[in-house]
């Protein structure tokens, strides 16, 4: 049995690899799309052409207070590297993915049959798949928060030393990540489990929780202040606009960088199955089968810890009116740490088992292996959200006749990534200049509204292509 166990660990664990090379493969084969994802990776490539890395810039002149700067620091970092294209700006989200496994791999993988097929649910997960490869803020707050927690877990309910302080350090990275979400995203967790556990006296009279919550501050705090001092108004902005109206103030029209997301209450429920997506399917089908087998979960306390980390998104944006699919995200590994104990609790015994391992794996390949193969297509992005295309036909036409390019309506952070920023945006077509110029316009746009003398190039993703000339 223990040999049949180490060879199924063994397998899941290949498995979950061969997911993460995939995605790795993956991310430079389409480009970075608008809207959030080209938004924040030209936030960070302005980052790196301006050299400034205190205060994330929106604009050439607008600062951007909307996230701490921990992504974009990240995903500047991988354009550094790797230049200014798609794969530097998703690798370092790849590689918070990679560590938020190596985590759930040191919480679980003592128990190697589940560990792996924790990191098999995480990685081939709908959202999992996202985050490990998406230009977003969303991944360095689930390593964060994973970071802060795999401490939480083996500093305070395994009395380990060391881990106690990284607890912390993972605090103070999820203020940088995110902001105070994080702190009570892990706050929500540490203190529902201690009082579950009847510890939380003890825990308030360990004298290290005051220096540990020091050492947070020290990781956190001296960017807060002098962003403050560089950008007047931050604070105000992010602590109450982001943290409060944005979650309690339907329609809330405060944000100064898009729309806000109004959802109905409680649709981050919903947003919880969508993300763990095939394998939620399974769940009614484990409910239904073998119910009787689920009941030991609660009498666990490391299950019971991860309850307590996967209900604490959930309840603090229950009630949230303004929210998106990837809040859910700092709770991936403990849903995906909690299936896995489920699929492995209901297996069935005997010759049945390869079918139950065989489906397992097949699960576990569907998502990941789909999207990569979706890559290879080259319609694939062609009415895509992205301006690759128009952009690289501007620099080859430009090379024979150079003429600025500009854009009429609203923003197209893509065409800024892809440019360089190189561009101006026009309110309206009819405000072309008379000098020589690219203009490029949405489908939706009259093109009679250009002025006569400008000649179509191309049409692709959306948008057309106009050289006017003098």
Known sequence: MERRELQLGSLLLTIALGCVAVRLFGLGLYPVMDTSEARYAEIARKMVELNAWLVPMYTYTEPFWGKPPLAFWMTALGLEVFGINAFGARFPNWLFGLATMALMWRLVGHDRTRGALALVVFVSADLGYEATGAVKTDP?????????????????????????????????????????????????????????????????????????????????????????????GFLRYFLVGEHYERFVVPGWSGDLYGEGHERPPGMIWAYLLEAMLPWSLLLPVVLVARRHALNRTWGDSF??????????????????????????????????????????RVCPRGARA????????????????????????PDAFTRSRNQQPIVAAWAHHS????????????????????????????????????????????????????????????????????????
């Open 140 to 232: 360095a707050l689930m390593f964060s928060v994973t970071l802060a927690l795999t401490g939480f877990w083996l500093g305070v309910a395994e009395r380990r030393r060391g881990w106690y302080w990284v607890m912390f350090v993972g605090i103070g990275l999820t203020l940088l990540a995110k902001g105070p979400v994080g702190l009570v995203l892990c706050g929500l967790t540490g203190v529902i489990w201690l009082i579950w556990q009847r510890r939380l006296r003890e825990f308030l009279l360990d004298w290290r929780w005051a220096a540990g919550t020091a050492l947070a501050g020290a990781v956190a705090v001296p960017w807060y202040l002098l962003a403050e001092t560089a950008s007047p």
């Open 303 to 344: 299950e019971r810890f991860c309850w307590c980390w996967l209900v604490g998104p959930l309840v603090l944006f229950t009630a949230a009116s303004n929210l998106l699919p990837t809040y859910i995200m700092p709770a991936l590994p403990a849903a995906s740490i909690l299936i896995a104990t489920w699929l492995l």
């Open 354 to 377: 390869r079918v139950w391992i065989a489906a397992l794996c097949a699960a576990a390949l569907l998502l990941p292996v789909g999207r990569f193969v979706g890559l290879l297509d």
């Open 399 to 470: 090379q024979n006749v150079p003429a600025p390019l500009h854009y009429v309506g609203r923003r197209r952070f893509s065409a800024e990534f892809y440019a360089g920023g190189a561009m101006t945006y026009l309110p309206r077509a009819g405000d072309v200049p008379d000098a020589a110029v690219y203009v490029v316009l949405h489908e939706k746009w009259r093109l009679d509204a250009l002025p006569a003398r400008c000649g179509q190039l191309l049409h692709r993703n959306e948008h057309f292509l106009f050289f006017c000339p003098q």
